[in-house]
C-alpha cells in the first residue's frame, strides 16, 4: 500500500490511500475536521468524518500531476511509468504551486 500526507497550506490535513487492490482512499484528519470544516480541498471532496473511496485517482489528486514535456521530464528523472498516477503524486507534488503538497509515507523495513 502506498500512501501520502496530505496538506492544504500548513495544514495537516489527510491521508490518501492506494490500497493494494488499486483501490483510493481519502480520509480527512480528525483534527482537520474539527478546526478547519470549511477549508476543503476541492468542492467534491468536503470535509467530512468519512473516508472518500474510488477506483481511479481522485481527480483533484489527479490534476496535480504535471503534464506534457514537464511530466516527460518527471517520467525519465525518476522511472515511474506515466501511467503510475500514485507513483507521480508522490514523486513530483511535495512542493505543487497552489494549497496543497503531497508528501509520502515510507514504510520502514519489516512494517
Known amino acids: 500500500m502506498r ?3 496530505i496538506y492544504y497550506r500548513d495544514f495537516f490535513a489527510g491521508i490518501l490511500k492506494e490500497t493494494d ?3 483510493y482512499i481519502f480520509q480527512y484528519d480528525e483534527g482537520f475536521v474539527k478546526e478547519h470544516p470549511d477549508e476543503f480541498l476541492t468542492f467534491t ?3 467530512a468524518e468519512k473516508p472518500y473511496t474510488s ?3 481522485f481527480p483533484f489528486f489527479e490534476g496535480l500531476i504535471p503534464e506534457g ?3 516527460d521530464i518527471a517520467s525519465e528523472n525518476w522511472k515511474i511509468n506515466r501511467n503510475d498516477r500514485m507513483g507521480l503524486l508522490l514523486a513530483c507534488c511535495q512542493n505543487c504551486i497552489g494549497a496543497v503538497s503531497v508528501i509520502p509515507i515510507v514504510e ?3 512494517e
Open 45 to 47: 471532496m468536503p470535509v
Open 3 to 5: 500512501q501520502g500526507k
Open 21 to 23: 487492490a488499486g483501490e
Open 108 to 110: 520502514a523495513d519489516g
Open 69 to 71: 514535456w514537464l511530466l
Open 55 to 57: 477506483k481511479r485517482l
